[in-house]
């Protein structure tokens, strides 16, 4: 037989019959606590910040080009089917609806997966068919987070002829 002062108590009732174990006081965290983290953690966010910061305007470009590319890619399709890039009065939505003005005989089908994307500054890529750039093919570009021709750095156009 197992004498009464070595017998288990019942969980939660191990520490002077008081349930979670603490014998006194309150539990949770003091107001200068808190503070403490507070405070740390806006010293980390102030470090942290703007090195992540600092890369969206590349994030950004490198976006832009990636979709040039395939926008590129997706008028290649339509020319080898139809002949001829879509004119710049059809626009880039005829890689995804059959154009109304000038329907070709060959369209076959959305020659993207999804429609026609917005430049990461949410602006519609510029599109020129024949290019003045590319008198023989196209001009496809985004002027950049100003909107504006020129620039550099994150300003800088994106252009699918460089």
Known sequence: MIPASFRRAPLGLRSGGRAGGRSGGRSGFTLIEILVVIVVIAILATLVAPNVFQNVGAAKSATAKS???????????YRL??????????????????????PPANWRSPYLRKAVPMDPWGRPYLYLAPGQANPGGFDLLSYGEDGKPGGEGDNADILSWK
């Open 67 to 77: 979709q040039i590319e395939m926008l590129g890619a997706a008028l290649d399709a």
């Open 81 to 102: 089917d139809n002949g001829s890039y879509p004119t710049t009065q059809q626009g880039l939505n005829a890689l995804w609806e059959k154009p109304q003005i000038d």
